[in-house]
């Protein structure tokens, strides 16, 4: 008789279980929220830093703002000139020289962390957009380099000053030719 009980509870549970699947899948359907696909598309071309050099929370909002009309295409730092460009093949709008660009173009810098000096205050774990710093309370930190973005927002949270940006280290796998440098041949 206890089996009868048993096969009894599973197919009630299966039961409920169909149903509450159905519902969800009808809500799902009938409630869908659209988002602008013109943001989501701007969305894929920026590099996804957070950092918010923009003057917005990170990449998404920028890119609804973007969509909107509400902002300019060069506001992008991270992205640079051809994020820039790319933007404004998107939104049909003219491109604009880059509201902040660098002097001479430094090479990609990542965080590094003395884990000597370290003292794991965790300030610079909850700085960083992207979670590319590693640790935990009163213990060493390090960061995944490859995460990194190099926007800088952990090395002034810092209070013992361990924290430095270093270039990307040079590999096979990352090494590119130099840019050619543009001459001016003068015609006569």
Not at 95 to 113: G, R, S, W, Y
């Amino acid at each position: 008789m206890d089996w009868l009980q048993e096969i009894e509870a599973i197919a009630i549970f299966l039961g409920l279980a169909l149903i509450f699947g159905l519902a969800l899948g009808y809500a799902a359907v009938r409630f869908r929220v659209e988002g602008n696909p013109m943001a989501e598309q701007i969305d894929k071309e920026l590099p996804q830093t957070q950092c918010g050099q923009c003057g917005f929370p990170g990449c998404k909002p920028y890119a609804e703002a973007l969509a909107n009309g509400d902002s300019e295409v060069n506001l992008c730092v991270p992205g640079g000139t051809e994020v820039m460009i790319k933007i404004s093949e998107i939104t049909g709008r003219e491109q604009k020289a880059m509201a902040q660009t660098a002097v001479e173009e430094k090479p990609k810098e990542t965080a590094f962390i003395d884990e000597d000096l370290c003292i794991g205050c965790v300030l610079c774990i909850k700085e960083c957009p992207v979670d590319a710093i590693l640790g935990a309370t009163k213990m060493m930190h390090t960061v995944i380099q490859q995460e990194c973005t190099g926007c800088e927002k952990c090395v002034p949270v810092c209070p013992v000053d361990c924290i430095e940006m270093r270039p990307e280290q040079i590999t096979v796998k990352n090494w590119q030719w130099p840019q050619p440098q543009s001459v001016t041949k003068e015609r006569d």
